[in-house]
Structure formats: structure tokens, C-alpha cells
């Protein structure tokens, strides 16, 4: 890993080196999120030395506790760590493309092919398989929080789901009353992860 | 006016999207699904898996892949900024704040309260996908006995198989072979 960490923008060709890292991390990165964060670093940290480490594992932690997509939060805040406004947008604009790219071309086979009954079967089939993985994802998170063993979140858990599954209340406002609550009552380390 | 819409709707999906991919669905869900009726329950599992299954964050393919099915390409194209709005408007600012303070201490609270809310969200939804995949329909049934034995069997096997940490490429590509093997059984005995 270099020491010395250099003026990232001063590089020659930094904007296209960062597009292009971006663009290719994001294009075959199956999953995303937290699997692009170890790319991103390797590329930025040891690769280019266009950042410290120390720099990345604080700026990752404000990208994961921020709203939206991992992913996303962490190229907009490492490209404005490296070259301010325009890092941010070549690096945004590097992160989304791909996803726009491959989704164009699914798009127009999935309207084609979803009148085809084979191809009902088959996405009848993948779409209980994907189901079984938000299960899933709200079993281990339900879970954690429970080992936990703390009350205020755990009220926090089932007055949502209720007001959200059985009263249909909107879900923008029961995150507002949420975020507010953990503002007034939730600051303490202990509810932290 | 429909580009405005989505580009204001998915906004508001990043702006209360905390916790990864996996949340901004609940919310992507309320938006085309029940507040719009852009798309059925049906369509909405068909954008989650597809999303699941191509490279790139969980979040932004289903909002571009929602923005496509709703409005083309140009649709695709305002979900996706809109989504992104408010990250970097918050990632600028929170960067900023960072490098001078060191410290964004009561956002810590806020988002401690926000993360048990996702989880009763991420909850919700898993349950309606859940009616949709043993029913097919979007809400559950008066007669229950309505129940589609494929969906009860790809249903479990895939649990099992993500509880033993399958990888998902492998998990959607088999309940996909599943799903028309059994599919075509049922068209021949029927």
C-alpha cells in the first residue's frame, strides 16, 4: 500500500481512471451494496493511493448509516472526498450507468418474453425463490435485534409493523415518527448496530 | 408530467430508504404498486427478482428497472436520479460536516430508531410476497384452500436453501427450473 497519498485530481487522467474503476466495479458486482464497498477500497486505497485507509473505513461508515443505496453512498462520498463536486458526479454517474445499461436490454426481453406461458412458469418459480430471500433477510435482522434484547427498539419493531400491516398507515410518516423517537430516546451506545 | 412523478417518488424512496437494497423495497412496493397502481404485486416480485439476479446495487436496479416498466427509458432514467438525489445532496453535506466536526453524533439516534422500523417494513413486505406466491393473489384469500401446491413447494425448498446460505444466482436459477418443470407437469395432467 503507498504511503504517500497523492493529490487524487492532480493524477493524469484521474476523471477517466475513476469512471472507468467505477463503471467496472458497479457492471459486475453481483448483489451490491456492501460487496461494491472491499472493490471500491482495493481500487482507491491500494491500487491508485488516491486515498488512506483510515479516510475510507470513516467515510464507508457515514455511506452505511446514510439513506439510499449503499453502494451509491459510498462512490457520491469517496468521490467528493477525492475531487470534490465533480469526483462526486463522474464516480455517481460511473455507479448508476451500468445498472441502466444491462436493465435496458432486460427490459425489452422481459415485456417479450412475460406473455410467454414457459416463461410465466419459470418466473413463477424465481419469484417464490426471491421471496424466500426477503424472508429471510427480515428473519436474520428480526433476530439480531432480538439477541439484543432491548425494549425500545423491540416496540419500536411491532408498533410499525402494526400500524403499517394491519392499519395501512403511510410509510414515510411512521419512518419520520421513528427517526424522531430515536433522536429523543435513542442516542445512547448501547442502541448502536 | 408522469417523468416528474417518478422522479419525485423515487426521491422520496431515497430520501426514507436506510438500511441497504433490501429497504427500499416496502417503500419502491407503497409508491408503484399500491399508492399509483403503475404495476400489480405480480410485476412489482418479477422487478425484485430480476433486480436480485443482475449485477449492481439491489436498490438502483429496481428503481431503474421500475422506472423502464413504467415509462421507457426516460422513465428509467428519472427514477434512477431521483433516487440518487438525496444521497448526494445528504453524502455532500454529511462529508462536509465529517471533515470539519468529525462527529454526526444525533444522526447515530435517528437512524437508531430507524433501523428497527425497517425491519418491521422488510417484515410487512415479506408477508405480502409471501400471499402472493402460495395464492397468487395480492391479498390473502377468504378461502384459503385456494393454495397453488408449486408455489408451497418451490416456497420451502427455497427457504431451506437459503438458510443454508445458497448463493442467490443458484437459488433463483433452480426455483426457476423448478417453477417450469412443475408448471409444465400441471399443464400436462390438467
Known sequence: ?193 | MIYLMLFWEFAKVGLFCVGGGYASMPLIQAAVVDTYHWMNLSEFVDIFTISQMTPGPIGINAATFAGMKIAGIPGAVCATIGFCTPSLILGILLARLFFRYGDIGPIRGILNGLRPAVVALIAAAGISFVVLALWNVETLPSDLRTIDPIGVIILAASLIAVRRKVSVIKLLAASGVAGLLLGLARQMTL
Open chain 1, 1 to 193: 500500500m503507498p504511503q504517500q497519498i497523492t493529490v487524487a485530481s492532480s493524477c493524469p487522467h484521474f476523471y477517466r481512471k475513476l469512471f472507468q474503476s467505477t463503471f467496472l466495479i458497479s457492471a459486475f458486482t453481483v448483489g451490491g451494496g456492501f460487496v461494491i464497498i472491499p472493490l471500491l477500497r482495493a481500487k482507491y486505497v491500494e491500487e491508485y493511493g488516491w486515498l488512506t485507509d483510515k479516510d475510507t473505513l470513516n467515510l464507508v461508515s457515514i455511506a452505511q448509516s446514510m439513506p439510499g443505496v449503499v453502494a451509491v453512498n459510498a462512490s457520491i462520498i469517496l468521490g467528493y472526498r477525492m475531487a470534490g463536486l465533480r469526483g462526486t458526479l463522474t464516480a455517481l454517474a460511473a455507479t448508476i450507468l451500468p445498472p441502466l445499461i444491462t436493465l435496458s436490454i432486460i427490459s425489452c426481453a422481459y415485456d417479450w418474453f412475460a406473455s410467454n406461458p414457459y416463461v410465466r412458469y419459470a418466473l413463477k418459480g424465481m419469484q417464490c425463490g426471491a421471496t424466500a430471500l426477503i424472508v429471510n433477510v427480515a428473519i436474520d435482522l428480526l433476530q439480531k435485534q432480538l439477541r439484543k434484547k432491548l425494549l425500545f427498539p423491540l416496540a419500536i419493531i411491532a408498533a410499525t409493523f402494526t400500524a403499517n400491516f394491519i392499519f395501512g398507515i403511510n410509510l414515510m410518516l411512521l419512518i419520520l415518527i421513528d427517526g424522531i423517537l430515536g433522536l429523543l430516546f435513542l442516542r445512547g451506545s448501547q442502541y448502536g448496530k
